[in-house]
């Protein structure tokens, strides 16, 4: 992964609510990443909603030329979907998002963006995903050969020592399609992970969202969008105002601009049975105790350890974005 | 738990391999415990062998006067029982136990005298069990009220941030019969959890065993039977001779000589479905980032943290027990 020379070129999966939106913009502006495209899913919010929030971040970040398109719906199997109104407002904008906001989807689906990108550029994308896994499964079985011609995948799910945050034992991304997620770590990828491990340990406090409020234009944005994020975390994490950035490390991981500190390849799946275990990454970690020997055939990188200091450079990298390059009759 | 006033009533279940005969040894020898019964159950070995190692170690120590029953042969489904002998050898002794010695065995099945000795003894009794939960199981499906005739149930038992040792989220004691340890988590008892997370960090070193072979007598019995138990942990788990204690700390915790320094009481229940989490307990400690607040109606202490340097104390204890009590003849 090398940032220093050329820009990692990404296709960002993202069911936006605040950190997926924090995630695109840095994807958006870091001159480590070459952003060709992006895709909506549900989860936090309904599709349509993560789709037009994705819309309106590239816009604000000036870059409405990259293809931006509508996924799933619901889980893989067609059960029901269960969203994150409760953590990321009923906008997915922390509930001050701009409402009237429209800007075209991609005439396609995005499972077929995925595919019709990765064939673009053969061997070069890394196909970064933050949200449930629905389109990335979806991908696979429309192009089975998909591996083959994506760098990697990275995704922001699962917890590898550190509890869940759905359950006492999975993780929301992974929890809301399992059988989506069973698919993806059990493709023929090179599939880096990155858990609540390092998420819930690397956070924005008060005081960084005081100066992003304080910067204007983007950095506004972002910080009025915290408020009820915070909340959130206030109330069911940490005791105090403060939030995880969770999506935001994957982009940086897959550029390289985050070098994870411990990162052992391992076995992995995902537990899609209806025990109590269901939605679990399970990542075979008991090598532990003598430094995580080599295991043979392993595919996935699990992060466990990474610099969470990492809000400071994104909250600059928002600080210096400038004003918001959506026209003003649009904005709320 | 006032160790210091009165020693504490335990009944032992037991599937006596190497470190349950130093928890047999600890809990007949400390004047914290008063070892009112034993139990022999399948899992590390059969149970004829787990219940004959189990009477040779009271033996040694000179308390035959304890009842010992044999108990469950295999997992409470009737599925199959899966054994421990390639990390407690053949006989469950490192293979060089004494193959001579008999002993005669209680004339109840092990979860008659669990009851009988609760019903003897009304709330002041804690069951440990370090072995398959089975014994333990079948005991409460005999007796609905057992949970109001014990003071608690201690288990040796599961893994809680740590991996597993049987599977990757499974540990072995719990992995053999989960339906079992399901039971177990359900059931309307305080239950103490002393899991992989501090019996994986608490061990005994080559140092140790040479002390022990040094002193002779059981001392020197139970260097020679962790001869293979070393090689075991070797081999797979520290990259160098050396064994967790596991059992004999699940004992010291119930007689409070071991003080856990973080135990929350927490939500928690066992895996038995067919998903790759089976045989996984899983404990809700979405609490860790703000010190873990109380969770209304949990019943399960688990031990996060212990003293590490337990091994010291239970060496100076075998080193200080003096020769075998058993009659030469019966000796290999």
Redesign the interface.
């Known amino acids: 992964m090398s940032a220093a020379t050329s820009p990692t070129k990404i296709i960002l999966d993202v069911d936006t609510g605040v950190d997926d939106t924090i995630a695109l913009l840095y994807a958006a502006l870091h001159p480590a990443v070459e952003l060709v495209g992006a895709c909506g899913v549900w989860g936090n919010v309904e599709v349509e909603q993560a789709t037009r929030n994705t819309l309106h971040a590239l816009a604000m970040a000036g870059r409405p030329e990259i293809p931006v398109a509508s996924g799933a719906a619901g889980p893989l199997t067609g059960g029901p979907a269960h969203y994150g109104h409760f953590v990321h407002g009923d906008d997915g904008q922390g509930n001050v998002g701009d409402t009237s906001f429209r800007a075209p989807v991609a005439p396609v689906p995005a499972a077929e963006l995925i595919v019709s990108l990765a064939r673009e550029h053969p061997g070069e994308i890394e196909l970064v995903a933050v949200g449930p896994m629905t389109n990335v499964a979806v991908a696979l079985g429309l192009c089975p050969e998909l591996p083959s011609l994506l760098r990697g995948v990275t995704i922001m799910g699962g917890a590898a020592?550190?509890?869940?945050?759905r359950t006492?034992?999975a993780e929301a991304n992974i929890w809301h399609d399992p059988e989506a997620g069973r698919a993806v770590f059990a493709a023929d990828w090179d599939l880096t992970v990155v858990p609540l491990d390092v998420t819930?340990r690397t956070l924005l406090t008060e005081a960084h969202r005081q100066r992003l409020l304080a910067a204007g234009g983007i950095a506004n944005y972002v910080g009025r969008i915290l408020d009820f994020y915070f909340d959130y975390f206030a109330a069911e994490?940490?005791?105090e105002r403060s939030s995880c950035m969770h999506d935001v490390l994957a982009v940086a991981v897959a550029a390289g601009v985050l070098e994870p500190t411990l990162a052992p390849t391992v076995?992995a799946?995902v537990?899609?049975?209806?025990?109590?275990?269901?939605g679990?990454t399970?990542?075979?970690?008991?090598g532990?105790?003598?430094g995580y020997p080599e295991q043979e055939g392993a595919r996935c990188r699990v992060v466990l350890e990474c610099d969470t200091a990492f809000a400071e450079p994104v909250v600059d990298l928002l600080c210096a974005a400038g004003p918001s390059r959506i026209e003003e009759p649009t904005r709320a």
């Open positions: 020592f550190a509890p869940g945050n006492a034992v819930m994490a940490f005791g076995h799946t537990d899609d049975s209806e025990g109590p275990g269901r679990q399970i990542f075979d970690l008991r532990c105790y003598q």
